[in-house]
């Protein structure tokens, strides 16, 4: 246990700092993954504590003093391969840095090759389909192209059944009205699927089908849990959105045409739409001062009769008999002349000679706003769209460098980027801000259980090695990196620290028991190689089942298993052989020396001896 106690301490602490990043994780990846860095944080301190005291007693008691230490077959086989693999490495010192250098260099090409997103896309195994009819559109006219797309959805073998929503919620928490539809429409399992094979396929058959039967309908495709954390991260109906913000509707409309007509040539964009604030029919009636002055009324007079005669006034209150509830009563104009134009000009106005509206003021029908967003008091018009059969980061950055080259905002005006992107950008913001911070607290750390710079930087030069097998498995996967990958990195970090420490102190232990370089070179790899494999092994066989499920929920786990599978495989073989290498290739020419100081010391003069008692 002596041999161990400190390696296993300071390893479990930088495990622990590894994962720090996670505790500062906010928004939706925070939310996912904090309990996780919250578990294996308690996890290890658990296992810290049972490694001092639980694990000793137990030897004690089941192990005497006549069990001796076997290698297994597996074991025997390792060791025998790891001999001969160390021996050519370090034979030939200079190939196998060069080894580890075409690693950093392939490593770097391919993670300029990965696309980037947020999240995974999470298989709900649904689609929540979302339909926007013109703004105007009435109760009575959207109802049956509601009943029309359910019975086209139906007709669709994948489908199970079909559920929708119209119009805005009773608790008011939607401000949406009839234009707005919503289905929550259940699949059958993926293998039973004839449209097509992929859920991206399927949806656009779907697509295609609705488009060419519902004209003037515009469609968006997510999923239920999907749907709702998007919402509520942007605040906007869509995977991803832009925001033209500013006080002019009419400008701010024109604005968000312009930039929809720049992202709709992205390739890979779908689910584009502008959601209009203007279209709502509006009977415009301006005063003319100088004819009301004419007949003795004010602007004040004209506008309260219009009030009253088109919106309704209170002329008393309705009280129940017997208790003291009560109603309003609202006068105003019948239905049929608030509807007519000409009949609404003729209304009379007062005034010493009788005038009517026609007569001091002019009426007629515009365009205004039908539906109006706001944020922070500031209104603005949202350009929804979705990415599919492409990477969201690249999409997206492709999108903002056309918009930027070709939209010119008005003074006044600003555009914001929200959704998955912008979440992204946050969550790697923060990352590289906190990433930093937990690699100088590891330095530290490790200096503290060496108490030598080389050795530490000797540790940390092998942190972009190990991130060799991660990328590699998620580029043969076809997964781009996220937010999960990102946390698999920082698991692998720990882990590869960890077993650099377990070589590294047990070589500086032989070399302080009086062993010679190469002596403890080689012992400290032969010894610590099982050690190393049993915890690269364990945590493969942990992860693997994450790394190759396919159910639903497996999306977001799968990069996180992937990065930590795929480096784990790696790690000992950069800690075994490339590692002892550096070792020799910095550290043998300063313990040589070393050495030889202390041999060309002078030893201290030897007292003489004292004579024999008489």
């Known amino acids: 246990a002596g041999e161990v106690d400190k390696a296993i301490f300071f390893s479990a602490l930088i495990i622990i700092a590894a994962f720090i990043p996670l505790f500062t994780l906010g928004g ?13 944080a308690y996890a290890i301190i658990g296992a810290l504590i049972a ?83 013109p703004a105007t559109i009435s109760l009575d006219e959207s109802n049956p ?27 008011g928490t939607d401000s949406a009205g009839f234009f707005n539809a919503e289905f929550f429409i259940p699949l059958r399992p993926q293998k039973e699927w004839r449209t097509a094979p992929t859920r991206d396929g399927l949806i656009t058959a779907i697509q295609a089908r609705l488009t060419r039967e519902f004209v003037g309908v515009e469609f968006s495709f997510s999923q239920t849990i999907s749907d709702n954390v998007q919402e509520a991260a942007s605040g906007v109906k869509g995977a991803n959105a832009i925001k033209v913000i500013g006080p002019d509707l009419t400008v701010l409309t024109r604005t968000a045409e312009e ?82 134009i000409d009949a609404i000009l003729r209304m009379p106005i007062g005034g010493p000679d009788g005038a009517t509206l026609r007569d001091v003021a002019e009426a007629r029908l515009i365009t205004g706003p039908s539906y109006i967003f706001r944020e922070e008091g500031s209104r603005y018009i949202p350009i929804r769209f979705g990415v599919r059969g492409r990477d969201p980061a690249s999409a997206v950055s492709e999108a903002q460098a056309r918009v930027a080259a070709a939209v010119q905002l008005p003074p006044g005006y600003r555009m914001e980027w929200v959704g998955e992107f912008r979440n992204l950008q946050d969550a790697i913001h923060r990352l590289t801000t906190v990433v930093p911070i937990a690699l100088g607290l590891i330095a ?110 497996a999306d977001v786990q799968k990069p996180l298993a992937l990065v930590v599978v795929g480096g784990i495989g790696l790690v000992p073989v950069f800690v075994l052989l490339v590692l002892p290498v550096l070792v020799d290739l910095l550290g043998r020419r300063a313990a040589l020396a070393a050495e030889l100081r202390e041999l060309e010391r002078p030893s201290p003069p030897r007292r003489p001896a004292a004579a024999p008692a008489e």
């Not at 939706?28 to 294996?40: A, D, L, N, Q, V």
């Not at 509601?146 to 119009?167: A, C, K, L």
């Not at 008393?316 to 009560?326: F, I």
């Open 51 to 133: 490694t001092f005291t639980i694990t000793p007693v137990l030897a004690a008691t089941f192990f005497s003093e006549k069990t001796e230490e076997r290698d297994t077959f597996l074991v025997r086989a390792l060791r025998f391969a790891y001999t001969r693999a160390y021996g050519g490495a370090i034979r030939a010192r200079w190939m196998t840095m060069g080894f580890a250098g075409l690693c950093l260099v392939a490593t770097f090409a391919v993670f300029t090759r990965l696309g980037a997103e947020f999240l995974p896309t999470l298989e709900e195994g649904s689609i929540w389909l979302r339909a926007t009819m």
């Open 145 to 171: 192209t509601v009943n029309r797309i359910r019975r086209t959805m139906m007709e669709f073998p994948e489908v199970i059944t079909i559920t929708s929503q119209h119009g805005r919620p009773d608790d």
């Open 28 to 40: 939706i990846e925070g939310r996912i993954f904090g309990p996780m860095s919250k578990t294996y």
């Open 259 to 340: 930039v929809r007509r720049q992202v709709a040539q992205v390739q890979g964009v779908v689910d584009l739409a502008v959601l209009q604030s203007l279209g709502q029919p509006t009977l415009s009636i301006r005063v003319d001062r100088a004819r009301a002055a004419r007949y003795g009324l004010t602007v004040s007079d004209v506008t309260t009769q219009i009030a009253a005669a088109v919106g309704g006034q209170e002329a008393g209150r309705l009280y129940e008999e017997g208790a003291d509830r009560n109603f309003p009563i609202i006068v105003r104009l019948d239905a049929v002349q608030r509807d007519n």
């Open 444 to 553: 530290v750390l490790l200096y503290i259980s060496f108490g030598r710079i080389k050795q530490t930087l000797m540790v940390l030069s092998l942190l972009p090695l190990s991130i060799t097998g991660g990328v590699m498995a998620l580029w043969l996967a076809g997964l781009n990196f996220s937010v999960p990958a990102a946390i698999g990195f920082l698991a692998l970090f720990g882990i590869t620290v960890m077993e650099a420490i377990i070589f590294l102190s047990y070589f500086s232990q032989l070399r302080e028991e009086g062993l010679d370089w190469d002596t403890a070179l080689r012992r400290a790899g032969q010894d610590r190689m099982r050690p190393v494999f049993m915890t690269c092994f364990a945590s493969f066989c942990g992860l693997l089942p994450m790394a190759l499920a396919s159910g639903i929920g």
